[in-house]
């Protein structure tokens, strides 16, 4: 986020390079990267993946295809991008001497194409692998060379404190903190990091960002779509583990920190890792979790989850959450925070929504409303990316009365098109910037927290889909009602 920095000469190592991360965001972000002219110099990619009948003419081919389907036009740059930049190299059953095989054939394209040694290794594998991965680099020596080499890690990182843990020891016996790049996706997108400047280069703001004059947030994360294929993985997952402990989290210690003393990435990690300290335990009380059965999306009909196939049957996993915490410090003791994600939602939207105190009294009480409505602050992260400001003005002409409007500020509208969160964090790794990638600490940290809550379920009530969630969350949101209070 903050690389000015020059890109160095390097080769970035894909593990799992046969998959479907690969395909649909890694090969665009990093032949996009290229075709901008970020990447300079000589940047390599290779492959690495069981597939022992593919070579290099083989991936190529496949990442063609890829591109193609990405909306690449099959031209004369993607073309020659691909057969200049990227090679293959099988790791078989991953055994110690695969790994040997690909630290020779890392060696032998270093010294083709003079690289200095510098590697980025991306482990864009299921969880299971990572550990047997981590322990097949390091004993080959690939955590050292003779330039940098980084280690880049993809979520789920654990399923709760105890294996988060356990994985950062592993790391952390080959790889130092900062060679490692714990990827979160959602720290990449614009509005995220743009929440830290719309913080801290408005004074405006930050001077009522506090439990003074904050009334409550909101962080949600509303998905129109299912499990799409991935039941697998997300029946054993669901929906704390797969969005709430990392993606939700991060944006709240964004929106919640302190203001850092510098920008960068040790000062503005320190400062999350101190909010992600200062939350009260959860209070089961404040939690909800639903999982969807069947209903209609724009008009079209959708199974239930427990239909959707790969599903266990009876399944209890949560594909909705809702809940309420608090964080005890001096900015804001006394202001809950909402955190509410579900799959199978009546539209996709992300939004941060900063509610502000009412006026203690409205002067405006003999009139036609007299209730006031507070100012509302809301950072849209998707679908369409900007902010909004809630204010409240007279509508014209008699009787008297208030209405709701808003500024809004749209990014679209300004710039045009967003670079993909992908691009924004490879760039990162590739010049070294660890700001928005998430430290040992904070993983610790959400998992403590979340932890408990999943070694002793709570009941997944059952909430239609194309519906804002199961009853009980619109209890426990209160005057937010049926939509979270989202602001379209
Ligand atoms: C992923 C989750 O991390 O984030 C998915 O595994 C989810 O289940 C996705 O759909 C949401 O990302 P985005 O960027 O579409 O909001």
């Known amino acids: 986020m903050t690389s000015n920095n020059r890109v160095a000469p390097h080769l970035f190592v894909v593990l799992g390079a046969t998959g479907d991360l690969m395909r649909r965001k890694l090969l665009p972000a990093l032949f996009h990267l290229a075709a901008q002219g970020l990447l300079k110099g000589a940047a390599l990619i290779l492959g690495a993946a069981r597939k022992t009948d593919l070579d290099d003419a083989g991936f190529r081919a496949q990442a063609r295809e890829a591109l193609a389907a990405d909306g690449f036009s099959a031209d004369d740059l993607v073309g020659r991008w691909c057969d200049e930049c990227l090679f293959y190299q099988p790791i078989g059953l991953g055994e110690a001497e695969d790994y040997q095989a690909l630290a020779a054939r890392i060696a032998k394209l270093e010294q083709a194409h003079h690289l200095p040694g510098n590697r980025v290794f991306y482990l864009a594998l299921p969880p299971a692998a990572f550990p047997s991965t981590i322990v097949g680099l390091g004993e080959a020596g690939l955590h050292r060379s003779p330039g940098w080499s980084r280690l880049v890690i993809e979520k789920p990182f654990g399923r709760d404190l105890t294996s988060a843990q356990d994985l950062n020891r592993l790391l952390h016996r080959y790889f130092d903190e900062s060679q490692i790049y714990r990827i979160d996706h959602y720290l990449g997108k614009e509005t995220v990091q743009n929440l830290l400047v719309f913080r801290f280069a408005n004074a405006l703001f930050e001077s009522v960002w506090n439990r003074d004059r904050v009334k409550h947030i909101r962080i949600m994360v509303a998905e129109e779509l299912g499990v799409e294929g991935r039941a697998g993985y997300y029946d054993q997952t669901g929906a704390i583990r797969d969005m709430v402990q990392n993606h939700l989290m991060q944006l709240l210690t964004l929106a919640a920190m302190e203001v850092p003393e510098a920008f960068d990435g040790e000062a503005i990690r320190r400062e999350k890792i101190k909010v992600l300290r200062q939350i009260e335990p959860l209070d089961r009380e ?200 989202a602001v379209a």
């Open 286 to 485: 404040h939690v909800v979790f639903g999982q969807y059965i069947g209903g209609r999306i724009d008009g079209q009909e959708v199974p239930g989850y427990r239909d959707e196939p790969g599903v266990a049957p009876g399944s209890t996993t949560e594909t909705f959450v809702a809940l309420r915490l608090e964080v005890t410090n001096w900015r804001w003791q006394g202001v809950p925070f909402y955190l509410c994600a579900g799959k199978r939602l009546p539209r996709r939207l992300t939004q941060i929504v900063v509610a502000f105190r009412c006026p203690p009294v409205s002067v405006f009480r003999p009139f036609f409303r007299c209730e006031i409505d507070s100012n509302v602050v809301v950072i849209t992260l998707q679908p369409d990316e900007g902010f909004d400001l809630c204010f409240e003005v007279k509508a014209p002409g008699q009787p008297f009365s208030l209405q709701t409007h808003r500024l809004h500020f749209r990014y679209s509208e300004a710039f045009g098109r967003l670079p993909d969160a992908y691009e924004t964090l490879l760039l990162d790794i590739i010049t070294g910037d660890q700001t928005l990638f998430v430290h040992a600490d904070e993983v610790e940290a959400a998992w403590r927290l979340y932890t408990p809550l999943l070694e002793h379920r709570l009941p997944a009530y059952p909430y239609a889909a194309g519906t804002w969630g199961p009853p009980a969350a619109e209890h426990l949101l209160g005057d937010m009602r049926g939509s979270w209070g």
